[in-house]
C-alpha cells in the first residue's frame, strides 16, 4: 500500500489515467451487480395486476423502479469500494498532534515539527 500511495503522489498523468480506468470499471462492476440484485427483487415482490413491471407514473411518464434501485445500488457499491480504499490507504498512518502532518504509524518521531510520538494517537 506504501508503493502505491508513493506511485499516486508522485505519479502524475498516467496515475491518473489508471484511477479513472479503474473507476469506470468498478462502475460497470456495480451496475452489473445491481441488475442482477434488481432483477431478484423483482421477482420476489412480482406485481400480479400489472404484470410484474414494478412502476409509476408522473406526468405521463413512466418511471420504473427497477431503474431508481439500479442506480442507488449501484451508486452505494461505489461509495463502499472507495471508502474500503480510503481506509486500507490510512491504515499504516497517523497524525502528529503538534502539527497535524500523517506520519507512518510505526514512527516515534515526527519528522516534519520531530515532536515524539507517543504508542498510540
Same mark, same amino acid.
Given at each position: 500500500? #506504501?508503493?502505491?500511495?508513493?506511485?499516486?503522489?508522485?505519479?502524475? =498523468?498516467?496515475?491518473?489515467?489508471?484511477?479513472? @480506468?479503474? @473507476?469506470?470499471?468498478? *462502475?460497470?462492476?456495480?451496475? @452489473? =451487480?445491481?441488475?442482477?440484485? *434488481?432483477?431478484?427483487? #423483482? #421477482?420476489?415482490?412480482?406485481?400480479?395486476?400489472?404484470?410484474?413491471?414494478?412502476?409509476?407514473?408522473?406526468?405521463?411518464?413512466? =418511471?420504473?423502479?427497477?431503474?431508481?434501485?439500479?442506480? +442507488?445500488?449501484?451508486?452505494?457499491? *461505489? *461509495?463502499?469500494?472507495?471508502?474500503?480504499?480510503?481506509?486500507?490507504?490510512?491504515?499504516? +498512518?497517523?497524525?502528529?498532534?503538534?502539527?497535524?502532518?500523517? +506520519?507512518?504509524?510505526?514512527?516515534?518521531?515526527?519528522?516534519?515539527?520531530?515532536?515524539?510520538?507517543?504508542?498510540?494517537?
Amino acid at each position: 500500500m #506504501q508503493k502505491l500511495r508513493e506511485l499516486m503522489a508522485h505519479g502524475g =498523468i498516467a496515475v491518473l489515467a489508471v484511477v479513472f @480506468a479503474l @473507476a469506470f470499471a468498478l *462502475v460497470e462492476v456495480a451496475d @452489473a =451487480i445491481a441488475e442482477v440484485a *434488481v432483477a431478484v427483487l #423483482q #421477482q420476489l415482490a412480482v406485481d400480479e395486476e400489472r404484470g410484474g413491471d414494478l412502476s409509476f407514473t408522473i406526468a405521463d411518464t413512466t =418511471i420504473f423502479y427497477s431503474a431508481v434501485l439500479r442506480g +442507488v445500488f449501484a451508486v452505494l457499491v *461505489v *461509495v463502499a469500494a472507495l471508502y474500503g480504499t480510503w481506509r486500507l490507504a490510512r491504515r499504516g +498512518v497517523r497524525t502528529c498532534p503538534e502539527c497535524r502532518s500523517e +506520519v507512518p504509524s510505526e514512527a516515534s518521531v515526527c519528522r516534519y515539527c520531530t515532536t515524539e510520538l507517543s504508542g498510540t494517537s
